[in-house]
């Protein structure tokens, strides 16, 4: 009974061993798209939790669209925006949004592909379906 149980044991090891081989190695875009993701949360947390704090409120909108070729330009403007040092949070998005435009302009530059080059959709963003529970 003991020898089954280490044999299942080791078959389980070596199925997992190789599951974890063929996991496909995060790729720039993927990796694009979970930066993205990330700034675009922390900056709704970041309104929500400062919402007092008016140079917050004054922040330039930031919901980003990898595939939407002004995200370029809203990375710049809200990078460049002048106000809010004395916010860590503000200067801790404003270094992820500076990663995001360098990897996207030349580590990436190669695998991204814009769809469109509609600005307004950054400004005033179609929310997504609510997902039924």
Same mark, same amino acid.
């Given at each position: 009974?003991?020898?089954? =149980?280490? =044999?299942?044991?080791?078959?389980?090891?070596?199925?997992?061993?190789?599951?974890?081989?063929?996991?496909?190695?995060?790729? +720039?875009?993927?990796?694009? !798209?979970?930066?993205?993701?990330?700034?675009?949360?922390?900056?709704?947390?970041?309104?929500?939790? &400062?919402? #007092?704090?008016? +140079?917050?409120?004054?922040?330039?909108?930031?919901?980003?669209?990898?595939?939407?070729?002004?995200?370029?330009?809203?990375?710049?403007?809200?990078?460049?925006?002048?106000?809010?040092?004395? /916010?860590?949070? /503000?200067?801790?998005? &404003? #270094?992820?949004?500076?990663?995001?435009?360098?990897? =996207?302009?030349?580590?990436?530059?190669?695998? !991204?592909?814009?769809?469109?080059?509609?600005?307004?959709?950054?400004?005033?963003?179609?929310?997504?379906?609510?997902?039924?529970?």
């Amino acid at each position: 009974e003991v020898p089954t =149980m280490k =044999m299942l044991l080791n078959v389980i090891a070596l199925l997992s061993a190789a599951f974890l081989g063929n996991a496909a190695p995060p790729t +720039c875009y993927s990796r694009l !798209l979970s930066l993205s993701k990330e700034i675009t949360e922390y900056f709704k947390e970041l309104q929500t939790s &400062k919402a #007092e704090d008016s +140079c917050v409120e004054m922040l330039p909108r930031l919901y980003l669209d990898i595939h939407n070729y002004c995200v370029l330009a809203k990375l710049r403007e809200f990078v460049a925006y002048p106000r809010c040092e004395r /916010v860590p949070e /503000v200067s801790e998005l &404003k #270094e992820k949004a500076r990663s995001l435009y360098t990897i =996207m302009i030349s580590y990436c530059r190669r695998d !991204l592909v814009f769809l469109t080059d509609d600005c307004n959709a950054l400004e005033n963003p179609i929310p997504p379906p609510i997902e039924p529970s």
